[in-house]
T-cell receptor, first 111, second 114 residues
Framework: KAGVTQTPRYLIKTRGQQVTLSCSPI?????VSWYQQTPGQGLQFLFE???????NKGNFPGRFSGRQFSNSRSEMNVSTLELGDSALYLC??????????FGSGTRLTVV | QKEVEQNSGPLSVPEGAIASLNCTYS??????FFWYRQYSGKSPELIMS????GDKEDGRFTAQLNKASQYVSLLIRDSQPSDSATYLC??????????????FGQGTELSVKP
């Protein structure tokens, strides 16, 4: 059974640019959540999508957005990148709410 | 006060001992509680979930929940060096179906010495 697939694994962007990260959940999982992990703040919830609808949202600025497609795949977008956006971005898929299987993450570096 | 608090550790225990990891949370209406394990350089993986007061056992792991004290713990019996990792406590805030989110603690680093 395939796990959660995140692409790309690594990304280097310049301040002011935008970035799109992709996540393919486990087959049959309709809930996809996104998290930001940094050494200082730990794991922080960004948003959760279920059946193409954003169901829950964390306390991040509007520069962070996402969407989910009909096949449950999800994308996350960050516009006008700041140095502080450098982090590991983790996607998690769930059959039961909050019982996550995490992907390997995308390591974003903003320079 | 942080919403979910854990001792950062490191917590060091000898092989074969019981490791006790603790977590307190601030939101009295939290409904669901989870323990995730994260090895260095890897993603978190779910090891336990608990929803009602009391103990829940799964193999060498026991999760304990006391909602009145807003306290959740994880016991690892017969600790092995392979248990060395960071353990993350996670607590729901709000409803999972609308307006909810999962709040993680900063994690407790566990080191099991052979």
């Amino acid at each position: 059974k395939a796990g959660v697939t995140q692409t790309p694994r690594y990304l280097i962007k310049t301040r002011g640019q935008q970035v799109t990260l992709s996540c393919s959940p486990i087959s049959g999982h309709r809930s996809v959540s996104w998290y930001q992990q940094t050494p200082g703040q730990g794991l922080q919830f960004l948003f959760e999508y279920f059946s193409e609808t954003q169901r829950n949202k964390g306390n991040f600025p509007g520069r962070f957005s996402g969407r989910q497609f009909s096949n449950s795949r999800s994308e996350m977008n960050v516009s006008t990148l700041e140095l502080g956006d450098s982090a590991l971005y983790l996607c998690a898929s769930s059959l039961e709410v909050w019982c996550h299987t995490f992907g390997s993450g995308t390591r974003l570096t903003v320079v | 006060q942080k919403e979910v608090e854990q001792n950062s550790g490191p917590l060091s225990v000898p092989e074969g001992a019981i490791a006790s990891l603790n977590c307190t949370y601030s939101d009295r209406v939290s409904q669901s509680f989870f323990w995730y394990r994260q090895y260095s350089g890897k993603s978190p993986e779910l090891i336990m979930s608990i929803y009602s007061n009391g103990d829940k056992e799964d193999g060498r792991f026991t999760a304990q929940l006391n909602k009145a004290s807003q306290y959740v713990s994880l016991l690892i019996r017969d600790s092995q060096p392979s248990d060395s990792a960071t353990y993350l406590c996670a607590v729901t805030h709000g409803s999972g179906n609308q307006g909810g989110k999962l709040i993680f603690g900063q994690g407790t680093e566990l080191s099991v010495k052979p």
